[in-house]
């Protein structure tokens, strides 16, 4: 979720993403892109970088301030095949889940147990769980090897927190809280945060990026939302998943094989 728009940002930020092995702490830099036609593809995919800088973090582009998306995917994708959908609520193919997947993913919880935001991660999964007619279902697990998805704390750039966008079929592996800047959270605010950020990990993107490049809306739901789970900004730190989330996600990963958009 982010804290701002950026308008212009000279800023070189020390990361760190969670490690395989609990408690282990890889460091990286965050830098700030200039090769435009990274930056040209990544517009046209939809996302918002006129407002926000893309920056690097080890393997990923980060994209709107609290999204990664993996470098190599990026690059992959030819931008003239695509199909593109944005806000509410998704981007190709390449960034959502399969819909096998989508059906059993694993979450380790690897935050300080004395944080507000270590309890709100359950409501946050079950709220996406709860959806009816979909097939989205979160799972705690204690084993951070196996997890498919992995919540650790560590500082950010202009966000509060940061998902990362599905590849291979897969859910986005992080998502990190920055919970030493932000330490005033309540867990319900958290809880929103947590929200948010599950969803960019199973491919949903903001509910108030610009539609330019050929992006389009998922039929049916609004072109900017500012109730939306999805939406960027902290104006409603109390949000939930709203009826047009719902809707979304229900395209996106309906019970019915015939009836959805993954794969």
């Not at 940002?9 to 020390?14: E, F, K």
């Not at 989205?136 to 509060?160: D, H, M, Q, Y």
Request: hydrophobic share 40%; glycine share 6%.
């Amino acid at each position: 979720m982010k804290l701002l728009k950026f308008t212009a940002i000279i800023v070189v930020a020390l990361t760190f993403a969670q490690c395989e092995q609990e408690n282990e702490i890889i460091d990286s830099i965050d830098t700030i892109i200039q090769d435009n036609e990274t930056i040209d593809k990544i517009a046209k995919l939809g996302f918002d970088t006129k407002n926000y800088p893309v920056l690097k973090d080890g393997e990923y582009f980060t994209v709107e301030g609290d999204i990664n998306i993996l470098a190599d995917d990026i690059e992959k994708i030819n931008i003239n095949n695509q199909n593109i959908q944005s806000k509410q609520r998704r981007f190709p193919l390449e960034f959502i889940v399969s819909c096998e997947q989508i059906r059993y993913i694993t979450v380790f919880n690897n935050l300080p147990n004395n944080s507000p935001a270590r309890g709100a991660v359950n409501l946050a999964m079950q709220h996406w769980n709860d959806i009816d007619k979909c097939d989205i279902r979160f799972a705690a697990t204690s084993n951070i090897n196996s997890a498919e998805i992995i919540i650790s704390k560590g500082p950010l750039v202009g966000a509060v927190g940061k998902g990362s966008f599905p590849t291979g079929g897969k859910p986005g592996k992080y998502i990190r809280l920055d919970l030493d800047q932000f330490s005033f959270l309540d867990y319900g605010r958290w809880r929103t945060v947590i929200e948010h950020e599950l969803g960019h990990n199973i491919g949903f993107a903001h509910s108030d990026d610009i539609a330019e490049n050929g992006a389009i809306l998922i039929s049916g739901t609004p072109s900017n939302d500012s109730n939306s789970i999805m939406f960027s900004g902290i104006s409603n730190f109390n949000r939930t998943l709203n009826g047009d989330d719902k809707k979304a996600a229900r395209l996106m990963y309906n019970l019915n094989f015939s009836d959805r958009l993954c794969n």
